[in-house]
């Protein structure tokens, strides 16, 4: 009936790499927003995969969009990076304009290479 | 929750959607509480409808995405109480959608069950909406519900 959001860190490497699995709605975004203010802002980059994410409505966006905000307000030249394959997810930052806003990279490796 | 199949009826669509067919042949309504979790159920139903019609596969994840926002839009100040009724209409153009939640007004000493700031996001919703259907309306309150509906032609 509802799929559970999941989501990882990956602090290992120089830049923290979020992975989101599952569904982002009005059900999820609150858990997804606790776990993303755990990043700290002096992180220069911070990738968000979102590549095994099967849905994204407006609620999701707009904790993307704060956490974005976060970053750009304490370094504006800090980086914030998507990883998004699914057609879906992808059409609903484009019909927002804000593919042109986030980076956005097809793949996890090309996201870490900038 | 339920989940009913019965004739539509052209009475209760004339106002929003004038123009389209009155020989509808179908019309499937979800009622279930207006919690958010359930919502992925309201999704799904309306995804199974469409794949049986002749959308395509993008038209039917732009009609999931939009039964959520349409949701969303509808259930700002619902209550732990409150009820979610989504009909879903069909012909041979396209597929329309009418969204009700009642009770929508906060009683004295009752919470609202959606986290602050759950709905700040107005203007993404508006403008996914915008983009994902033909045509769409949000009512604001009116006799104790608030109300909204969708229209997506093939």
């Known amino acids: 009936m509802h799929e559970e959001l999941q989501v990882f860190f990956d602090r290992s490497e120089a830049m923290p790499v979020v992975r989101v699995v599952g569904e982002i709605d009005l059900a999820t975004a609150p858990q997804l927003s606790a776990r993303l ?4 802002a002096e992180a220069r980059t911070v990738i968000i995969d979102m590549s095994e994410v099967t849905f994204l409505d407006s609620t999701g966006l707009s904790v993307l969009v704060a956490t974005w905000k976060r970053f750009s307000e304490a370094d504006e030249r800090g980086s914030f990076r998507l990883v998004v394959n699914r057609p879906a997810v992808q059409r609903v930052l484009d019909v ?3 593919a042109k806003v986030f980076g956005v990279f097809a793949t996890l490796e090309q996201a870490k290479a900038g | 929750m339920t989940l009913s199949h019965h004739p539509a009826r052209p009475d209760q669509r004339q106002n929003q959607y004038g123009d389209i067919d009155k020989s509808l042949e179908r019309c499937v309504e979800l ?3 207006a919690r958010p979790e359930l919502w992925g159920l309201a999704r799904m139903s309306v995804a199974s409808i469409a794949s049986k019609l002749d959308f395509d596969l993008e ?4 009609l999931r995405l939009a039964v959520d926002e349409l949701s969303i839009a509808c259930a700002k100040g619902a209550t732990s ?10 012909d041979k153009a396209g597929i329309y959608l009418d969204c009700s939640v009642v009770p929508v007004l906060i009683e004295t000493g009752e ?5 602050p700031g759950a709905f700040d996001q107005k ?8 983009a994902l259907v033909d045509a769409h309306g949000i009512s604001a309150v009116e006799e104790g519900a608030r109300t909204g509906w969708i229209a997506k032609r093939h």
């Open chain 1, 37 to 40: 203010s755990e990043i700290p």
């Open chain 1, 96 to 98: 927002t304009g804000l």
């Open chain 2, 31 to 33: 009622t279930m509480p």
């Open chain 2, 59 to 62: 038209q039917i994840e732009d």
């Open chain 2, 81 to 90: 109480k409150s009820v979610l009724k989504l009909s879903c209409y069909w």
């Open chain 2, 111 to 115: 919470q609202d069950q959606y986290p």
């Open chain 2, 123 to 130: 203007e993404l919703s508006e403008t996914i909406l915008g």
